[in-house]
């Protein structure tokens, strides 16, 4: 039986770029490319599916998550939501697990947003509560990695119910982190990005029809498919306000 397994925590702009200076030195920065998608401002929620073992396959190994312990009850409704749709996170486990090693332990990472989680956005408008699925972190005896790829993502779930949806990716980003233009320009255009983020979420409105604020962007980095876990906490990013660039990397998040 394992642990609570927090999300990474994910930083602004200028960390990601003072990271990426430290680990790679001045003299050879890289260009990656990032991979954003919207960030629902609903409220953090993991389901976790322990390995296989004594409990093989049980309902007892789908274990509820916040961002900072195990829960069993309430968050906003969410253990109570999970109690009825164990099967279907254990079926998500199995097929990822089909890819990987078959005691994984696997991490569901999502947001519960809708009504009653949050006020003034536009998912809080949404008919009802929803688990908004991120991305699944998958930790083996020698791997450790975050799968972030909307079809990828999809093909685990082989229902469709209503209140489970995949969050696609938005149009990826290049950035030279070796040129002071390139991540100047960066900043500019996710500032602009975000700023019609903060008037209206394009996520809910084209998913639900519904018109209202967003929070931001969460930037992915490396493979549109997956990226190791310390990758993520240590180059990804979060822009939730304006941005600004001032030289190589003074890049920051409001």
Known sequence: MTTHMKFPKISGFSSAVYNINAKFGID????????????????????RINPRGTGRGLDSDVIAQDRR??????????????????????????????DADEDSTVIVYGEWGGPGVQAKVAVSKIP??????????????????F????QVLDSYLLSRPSDIKIIPHMTPIIINFDDPQSVSAAAEAMNAAVDQINIADPYIQSEF??????????????????????????????????????????????
């Open 69 to 98: 312990e195990d829960v069993t009850s309430g968050h906003y409704g969410f253990v109570e939501w999970l109690s009825v749709r164990k099967k279907t996170f254990l079926g998500i486990a199995n097929r990822v697990r089909d």
């Open 209 to 254: 029809n519904i018109t209202g604020a967003g929070e931001g962007l969460v930037f992915y980095p490396g493979s549109a498919f997956m990226c190791d876990t310390e990758a993520l906490e240590l180059f990804g990013f979060k822009v939730t306000g304006n941005i600004h660039a001032s030289g190589t990397n003074g890049a920051k998040e409001k």
């Open 128 to 145: 009802h509560n929803v688990f908004f699925i991120f991305g699944i972190r998958v930790i083996t005896e020698t791997e450790d990695y």
């Open 147 to 150: 799968i972030h790829n909307p």
């Open 28 to 47: 050879q920065l890289p260009e990656l490319t990032y991979f954003p998608k919207i960030k629902i401002h609903g409220t953090n929620a993991g389901v």
